[in-house]
């Protein structure tokens, strides 16, 4: 090799010193091929790039899509539980309600049957109880000729019932005209039996001989004659 050869020449040294100072810029261009531009190794870089992107689009559109079903699944779900927890709520309120229901109509009967029995005690210990005998007839005739409207007194029933009959519910008349007749007097007043016939008040029984029958039609038969029976003073 001859000396001109390993000399360096002036230029070289220029160029190599240019490439020392510029350091790794000089080295990125030196990769940038001979007649290329930055512009072009650009653009001729783009399709990679590009294509890395498209890839990435559809690796994020297809987890998206995953995320998305998940997410309608996971709605469907809490939507069946919330469905779910409100027909059990539902039930139980339901079967509440039937319970209380029950409960009150069984309280409402119970209630009802407590009140039907007071009504019927004070019924009964309201009912008076009358005496078997003559002063207890009486005082239960005037109770039922009050509640009929038949007017007459204790004292105007009792005078016509010992002049009569002595208060002898079963007395008989068998010497009168009425007994000649065939239909004698009978009773504590002495009615003769189509009189009690007519004269009957309902409620009491129909039996010319018992005592508060006798009174109740005598009563009434003197209403209807006489205006009363405290009007009678002898033979009716």
């Known amino acids: 090799m001859s000396a001109s050869s390993t000399r360096m020449t002036k230029a070289r040294k220029v160029s190599i010193a240019g490439i020392a100072a510029a350091g790794t810029a000089a080295i990125t261009l030196s990769l940038i091929p001979n007649g290329s531009t930055a512009d072009e190794a650009a653009a001729k870089a783009a399709p990679v790039a590009w294509e890395v992107d498209a890839k990435t689009a559809k690796t994020l559109?297809?987890?998206?899509?995953?995320?998305?079903?998940?997410?309608?699944?996971?709605?469907?779900?809490?939507?069946?539980?919330?469905?779910?927890?409100?027909?059990?709520?539902?039930?139980?309120?339901?079967?509440?309600?039937?319970v209380a229901t029950k409960k009150a109509?069984?309280?409402?009967?119970?209630?009802?049957?407590?009140?039907?029995?007071?009504?019927?005690?004070?019924?009964?210990?309201?009912?008076?109880v009358y005496a078997n005998n003559l002063d207890g007839w009486i005082r239960e005739s005037l109770d039922i000729m009050k509640k009929e409207g038949i007017p007459g007194s204790y004292n105007g029933l009792h005078r016509n019932i010992?002049?009569?009959?002595?208060?002898?519910?079963?007395?008989?008349?068998?010497?009168?005209?009425?007994a000649i007749n065939g239909v004698p007097s009978k009773g504590l007043l002495q009615v003769i039996q189509p009189t009690f016939n007519a004269y009957h008040v309902a409620g009491t029984p129909f039996d010319l001989y018992h005592p508060v029958a006798n009174i109740v039609a005598a009563a009434n038969y003197a209403a209807d004659r006489y205006g009363s029976i405290d009007n009678v003073f002898g033979a009716y």
């Not at 709605?75 to 779910?84: G, L």
């Not at 409402?108 to 019924?123: G, I």
């Not at 009959?165 to 009425?178: L, M, T, V």
Request: aromatic residues 2%; without cysteine.
């Open 162 to 178: 010992l002049r009569e009959s002595s208060g002898n519910p079963r007395a008989i008349n068998n010497w009168d005209i009425n």
């Open 61 to 98: 559109s297809a987890e998206s899509h995953i995320a998305s079903q998940k997410t309608a699944i996971e709605t469907k779900v809490e939507a069946a539980a919330k469905a779910a927890a409100k027909a059990e709520a539902d039930t139980a309120v339901k079967a509440k309600l039937a």
């Open 105 to 128: 109509a069984a309280e409402t009967a119970v209630k009802k049957r407590v009140e039907a029995k007071t009504v019927a005690s004070r019924s009964v210990a309201a009912k008076p």
